[in-house]
């Protein structure tokens, strides 16, 4: 789950980090990234992915089928499998 939600105390700095709008940012990097989206998440849609996606120059993007927000936790061995493949 979120850590937010074991350190509540954290919720001010959790609503400013996620509210930064870092599409510039991004725009200024060149270099191998991936963008892993889940296909459920129902925080992050898929056209965030891809909005970065085409702003990080030299970035993978990929979808994972039946993942939801945690996906690190849910589907974890999708998720080890790409991060092995890209590197």
């Excluded at 954290?10 to 060149?30: I, W």
């Excluded at 849609?45 to 690190?72: A, M, Q, T």
């Amino acid at each position: 789950g979120s850590d937010l939600l074991s350190v509540p105390q954290m919720s001010e700095t959790f609503k400013l980090t996620v509210a930064q709008d870092v599409q510039t940012d991004a725009s200024k990097l060149s270099l191998d990234t991936l963008i892993i989206n889940a296909d459920k998440d129902p925080a992050i849609p898929l056209s965030d992915g891809e909005l970065f996606h085409g702003l990080i120059k030299g970035s993978k993007f990929k979808v994972i089928e039946s993942g939801s927000h945690f996906i690190h936790q849910g589907n974890t061995a999708d998720v080890a499998k790409l991060i092995e493949d890209f590197l």
